[in-house]
């Protein structure tokens, strides 16, 4: 059974910052199995709770959702009427969320940045 988590993530090193940056990333809110994937179902009953906070040093903090669009693709929105486009997880679906692990996200620019796993904790 999947549990409800609270996940943070910080940019991983990259050309503009060799050295990752925790002041540019995301925390937010999902259900995860035992391995640390999203649990598609259990996001279905709890979608309420699934919320993120996006935080980028130098612009404006954003507070959306975590969203399951069609086709299984996982993104953060943050304008529920939908004149904002959505920030896309690079295949949410089968990244694991553990400490030390990386995953990709596109921004609504399209422009794709990679982030570490720093922490996962029970909510």
Known sequence: M???????????????????SAAHGYEFVAPLDEQGHIDASLWKINRDQCRVHRFWQGESDEYGHLIHRPGGSWAFTYDIDGDDDDEAGYRFGLHAFKPGEYVSIKDEDGDLYTFTVVTVEQL
């Open 2 to 20: 999947a549990d409800m988590k609270k996940i943070r993530l910080n940019l991983a090193r990259n050309h503009d910052y060799p050295n990752g």
